[in-house]
């Protein structure tokens, strides 16, 4: 028994399971290791050789949830923003698993305080002083 494709993963232990039910051998290869976000979607292969013509394989792919990596606020669209003037914003999110589904926008009102202000990935809003 060997695992392929497991170069760069921060494997903790792999140890060798032997046991027995009902006078049947059973043997297998444990991989454990510390998962990444970068192994999303990564394939693994299990594989035997029972003798010299058969060889026995399962694949696995990773599918390894995680928060976003990067999240910014785009405003590309504008180089100066006046007084009274209409401003849209974007919430950029990248790289993460599931991908981000819900957004949330909350101005500061007061010290301790937030105002909801919409539950999108886009806000426009009107500038005042």
């Known amino acids: 028994l060997n695992w392929t494709d497991v170069d760069g993963l921060n494997r903790s232990k792999s140890s060798e399971i032997i046991g027995t039910d009902q006078n049947k051998w059973d043997t297998g290869l444990q991989l454990s290791f510390v998962t ?3 192994d999303n979607e990564r394939t693994l292969k299990c594989s ?3 003798s010299q013509a058969e060889t026995y394989s399962k694949d696995i792919t990773l599918n390894v949830q995680y928060a976003p ?8 669209h504008y180089t100066q923003i006046y007084d009274g003037g209409i401003v849209t914003l974007t919430c950029v999110v990248l790289n993460s698993n599931p991908p981000v589904t819900s957004y949330t926008w909350r101005k500061r009102v007061a010290t301790e305080s937030y105002r909801y202000y919409a539950n999108t990935h886009e806000i426009s809003l009107t500038i005042s002083t």
């Not at 990596?69 to 590309?76: E, N, P």
């Open 36 to 38: 990444s976000y970068r």
């Open 48 to 50: 035997t050789l029972k």
């Open 69 to 76: 990596k990067l999240v910014y606020i785009d405003t590309s």
